[in-house]
């Protein structure tokens, strides 16, 4: 069955620097997403794009925040210059079709550290 | 805004016990209902959906009904087992178009004993 994968598994940082995260979303889908998850809180929607553009985004993606589809199949979020309050779970999803009813799935996540 | 709301945990159970997690959520449009479980070290899986009033979603035992009357979508299993222990999260999802990220509860942790 295909599936979202996201590398690396966990990221540690030092505050300041740049982070890429990355995402491989199933190969037929065409919506993608960006969620993150602070340990012991909820999840919480960054970022939706589609045909290369950012759709929707959350006061939380703010300009330390930006998302690219370099090619064809990866997926990648970028955090310009990481703060202790970026350490969380990120999480990517995707989505084949534009219909509310249709499922968003979800990789297995990125942890990020920033120290 | 969009919101959910779940009933805090740790949810404590014993093996074979009935569990129920309430959720209930509040939308501007007319949404589509989620429950996802994060298994631990593992990301999101979704469990179960329903996309209009009085569908009822269900999947490994587990069932929930879209009531549109009390904005409510509770998880129900009649007789959890150890392996259903997770983190279950309810979430909506309340716009077309594609550009819609979905809206979480806080998730709700449960513990299942032998």
């Known amino acids: 069955e295909p599936e979202v994968t996201q590398t690396p598994s966990h990221q540690v940082t030092q505050m300041g620097q740049e982070v890429i995260l990355r995402c491989v979303p199933i190969?037929?889908?065409?919506?993608f997403y960006w969620y993150r998850q602070i340990l012991g809180q909820k999840v919480e929607f960054l970022v939706s794009?589609?045909?290369?553009?950012?759709?929707?985004k959350s006061e939380i993606f703010d300009d330390q925040f930006s998302v690219e589809r370099p090619d064809g199949s990866n997926f990648t979020l970028k955090i310009r210059s990481t703060k202790l309050e970026d350490s969380a779970m990120y999480f990517c999803?995707?989505?084949?079709?534009?219909?509310?009813?249709?499922?968003?799935?979800f990789g297995p996540g990125t942890r990020l550290t920033v120290l | 805004g969009n919101s959910v709301t779940q009933m805090e945990g740790p949810v404590t159970l014993s093996e074979e016990a009935f569990l129920t997690i309430n959720c209930t959520y509040t939308?501007?449009?007319?949404?589509?209902l989620f429950w996802y479980v994060q298994y631990p070290g593992e990301g999101l899986q979704l469990l179960l959906k329903?996309?209009?009033?009085?569908d009822k979603g269900s999947n490994k035992g587990f069932e929930a009904t879209y009531r549109k009357e009390t904005t409510s979508f509770h998880l129900e299993k009649g007789s959890v087992q150890v392996s259903d222990s997770a983190v279950y999260f309810c979430?909506?999802?309340?716009?077309?178009?594609?550009?819609?990220?979905?809206?979480f509860g806080k998730g709700t942790h449960l513990i299942i004993q032998p």
């Open positions: 999803a995707s989505r084949r079709s534009s219909q509310s009813t249709d499922t968003q799935y």
């Open positions: 190969s037929n889908h065409l919506y």
């Open positions: 794009f589609y045909n290369n553009e950012i759709s929707e």
């Open positions: 939308a501007t449009g007319y949404p589509s």
């Open positions: 329903a996309t209009k009033a009085d």
């Open positions: 979430a909506l999802s309340d716009k077309g178009g594609g550009a819609d990220g979905l809206t």
